[in-house]
């Protein structure tokens, strides 16, 4: 892996968002190099082999938010990448008894009618209401957020189009989405249903990746957040990536690398380097110095200003507020190879439900729960979970008759209260985890061939994702929109000139959605007068 | 009700109890879902089932339509304030065609009230909407459950219908009158029937308990034997409910309850409903906005057209001229009807152009052996329904 000379751009992380922005920018002529700290690509979205033959999606697991248009433009397929649907989804609740999901519409009217025929009926409003939000916010997505206080033709143009599709909703549909914006995902689901387990059921999504529990003001966007892949009627961008979600990093990789671009992993950069106020290169961990004179950062906003920048360079306002930007872990992760299917004796035999997202959590209360124990500093004795097993669907990910489980966890906190994280720990935050699955299937524990157990801690060690937030940030009304990172610089661009953001800590946020690298290269391209 | 065996994540849609005639009936397998029903959309050839509907008399299953008991000492101030027409006005065992709207004064469905006893209304409709009912609830003294499970139901329609029923037995059902309900016996099975339907032609509603179902299925085609019977599934309804002018959800409009999009409600003006809108009978969900809309006028309206030549206008765009450069609206149904000979359509049609007498044009797509060709064709507007037969109304109502 030699390094080009000549470079236009250096982008720092492989992560997928670093790998979309590189894409887009070689696709458009320059001269880009990735490095990339591991010795592997994808971040946050990764496969990789810890244990014989088994692939595990060591980070995120589903593909739910990855931009079409992105997967389209950079011929994703070509190189690899399909997304493969799963099937419904369950909570299995304390004691016996289950909710589960179908997509079947009739199907999951009868499903939910066995706890509440109102709630039965109150899903089609939920799911319209969800929906109606979605369709608003879904153009902003691969938009740059304007910048209120801009008085540039694009950004007004930008504002009014905002203003004009909020107008567009009419009164009663603009005070939803304020509401919306603002209240917490108890209080939202509360409006529709009566059952608690249906009500457990929706609330898992809105907590996920977060440091709020599901009764705290915000986390009804986030609820949001993770449905704003379905509204894009196309079939197939929502499942399990086949092969892992590394397959998206690795399809990236390849049509990066057959625009003419280069990847160093293994390659951990120090330094953003600036000379009389411009972006000049990096410096590598072993000195090595690159010069570029465009320096694209996919490190969450944190990570690129405090660490990686020299406080020297950047205005004092600017650093006050990366300093103050929110971005605290609360979520760990359990990757487990199996010696066969586990048994959920609550679940129906013949119940495709367990093809999907399983949860045990009944209660919001249960969940509220969870959150507290965070609080206090400790990951939470009774965790959410939302557990997966997508060898069942992807047959590349196994040896024959194995499984993989994939299990996230909310909430384990980053630094606990009784001191540093350590393997007795992490291993005793597993068995926690492990334990609890074990209680809704009795035959779980003695299939556990290999468990990678991952702590936010670990997280941030590995991904380099600071505390181990997933979306490189809470993704909270201040932190949303042209507040995302910071006021003033919501457009991609850092004080520095030539220095730029490009992962999730941007506008839209997280997950596995690619918009912020996309929207980069695009904010790259026109302060280079290039068309994007 | 008969439940299917299997668990409804193997087997989502219930099956009626009529599922097993019907099977047996059913020659070319064309089953297709209706709220959570597996029901019969074609048994032999769509056109041989029409043709009964205006020639003899059908049996049509329609258990699935969604039911609703309302019953206690507001069931009147509930209904009222629930639907835009007068219930108070409702006389015993009579039926009205109602709508209900939300507070933005759009449609969330429309169907039918009968006044079944005092304090006892029941609603029929083509949604399930437990939700909205029980909100709008809220501080009335009612009861409200579903009641679908428990009720089968038949459509018996068709020129041919009195004779058949009184031939069955049903003795004096030649004296209902239409929206009227009538209490008969048939062997030991008690039956409910209404003078309703949704093809416009001369017809009844009969409803029973589920248990008796095929007994009662058996016995009317028996009757029906020397009168033409047929059963007749969804896509012959459709064509009928078409010449008679009704609407139906998610096809010439979108529940309220359902639309994602801003501007795709619809307001029962705009279908052209304003007729069961009663302003002076106090306040109704949604009153405001639809005294507002009448003061300012409806921006579109939905509206019968009648289109040259003789293919079916189905899915058009509908604009100003023939040259295709204004676009005022587009058809939500269309068929070329065999009765009146008459190429017609609904569609929704922006203001002013949805007056009676109004010629707009239809951009029509023909598949001629896998070539399409465009058509734009004349279209007139004209009043609905497009065919009403005396029959319809005539009490007692004649052999055939
Ligand atoms: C446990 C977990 C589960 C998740 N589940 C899901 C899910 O199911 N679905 C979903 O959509 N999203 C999920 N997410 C969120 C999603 O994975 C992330 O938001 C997203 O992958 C972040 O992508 P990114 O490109 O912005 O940043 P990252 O993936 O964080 O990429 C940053 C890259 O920079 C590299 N790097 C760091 N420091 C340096 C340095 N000094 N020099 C060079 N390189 C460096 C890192 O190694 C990394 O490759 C999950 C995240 C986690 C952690």
Redesign the pocket.
Known sequence: MKTPAGLDAVI?????????AACYLARSGLKVLV????PY??????SRRLYEDFTY??????????RPEIIRTLELPKYGLQVIPYEGGCTMMQGGGHLALYDNHDALRREISRHSKRDAEAYDRYSRDVMRQCKFIKPLLMHEPPDPTSFKPRDLMELLYLGKRFHNLGEKRMYDTLRFWTMSAADFLDEYFESEIVKAHFAGSSI??TALGPRSPGTAYVLLHHYM?DIDDTVGAWGFARGG?GAISNALGASFEASGGTIRSG????KILVRNGRASGVAL?DGEEIRAPLVIS???VR?TFL??MDAKDLPEEFLGQVKNFKIRGS???LNIALDGLPQFPAIPPGSPCTRGDMHVTDTIEMMERAYDDWKDGRWSRAPYI?MLIPSQIDPTMVPAGKHYMSV?VQYCPYELADGPWDAAKRQAFGDTVINTIAQHSPNFKNLILHAEI?TPWD?EN????TE?????GELTMDQLLFNRPVPGYAQYRSPVRGVYM????THP?????GA??ANAARAVLRDLGRAP | MTDSPAPHYKQPLLKTPFHERARALSQIDSFIPWAGYTTVDVFTTMEQEYFAVRNATTLYDLTPMVKYRVSGPDAVPYLNRLVTRDVAKLKPDRVAYVVWCNDAGHLIDDGTIFRLGAGEYRICTAERQIDWLLDSAIGFDVQIGEVTEQIAALAVQGPTSCAMLKAAGLRGIELLKPFEIGYFSLGEHRLTLSRTGFTGDLGYEVWMDPAAAETIWDILMAAGRSRGIRAIGSQALNMARIEAGFIMPNVDFVSAEHTIRTGRDRSPLELGLGWLVDFNKGHFTGRRALLTEKKQGSRRQLVGLDIAGNKPAHNALIYTDDGGKREIGSVTSAMWSPTCKRNIALAIVDAPHFQVGSTVWAEIYLNRELVWERRMSRAQVVERPFFVPERRRATPPAEF
């Open positions: 720092v992380g492989a992560g997928h968002n670093g790998l979309v490095l990339e700290r591991q690509i994808g971040g946050a979205a990764v999606s060591n980070c995120s697991y589903v593909c739910s938010l990855l996920i990746g892949g979600m390659a951990p950069v120090a961990a996919n490190l969450d990570r660490e990686t979520s760990g992760k939302d996230f991952r997280i590995e991904v380099g994702l181990g937030n997933i979306f490189q490009c992962g999730s800590s946020g997280g997950g596995v959605m912020p690298g």
